[in-house]
């Protein structure tokens, strides 16, 4: 990978991509939300993918061409450390047609000179299950 490139992709439309299992599921005393997503290679072999819920995605006021659509917060888990990292996507459309949404991120603390983030333990990005309503099943991704 080229420097130019890092922190930065596009998400395109899935080639038969189904999501086949979700819920809440506890992980050594923590609450997480899980999905297990069905998908086919371009060769048509089949495969699953387990993901965890990672970020919450909000709407943006979209002032011009280059503001995001939409943005949020992820604790990033790299090799193992948590990285605490802000990110932007903006739906684009490419040359030939082709609706992909634009991805950026940048590490929190070098965003506006803020305060470096301080570095946490997995087990500090979950939330209690003690503070979780037991009986809103709501998936909100």
Not at 97 to 113: A, E, F, R
Request: charged letters at 30%; aromatic letters at 8%; hydrophobic letters at 30%.
């Amino acid at each position: 990978m080229t420097e130019e490139y890092r922190n930065s992709g596009n998400l395109f439309t899935p080639i038969e991509t189904n999501i086949v299992r979700q819920g809440r599921v506890n992980v050594d005393g923590v609450t997480k939300n899980m999905l297990i997503v069905k998908s086919k290679d371009r060769e048509g072999m089949e495969y699953f993918n387990l993901y965890f819920e990672s970020a919450k995605i909000y709407k943006t006021e979209k002032k011009d061409d280059k503001s995001s659509d939409m943005d949020g917060t992820i604790n990033a888990v790299i090799d193992g450390q948590v990285k605490p990292m802000k990110f932007w996507l903006r739906r684009k459309t490419s040359d030939k047609g082709t609706d992909y949404t634009n991805v950026s991120l940048q590490p929190k603390q070098q965003i506006n000179g803020a305060t470096p983030v301080k570095e946490t333990s997995l087990n500090d990005m979950d939330e209690s299950p003690k503070n979780k309503d037991p009986l809103n099943d709501e998936i909100p991704f």
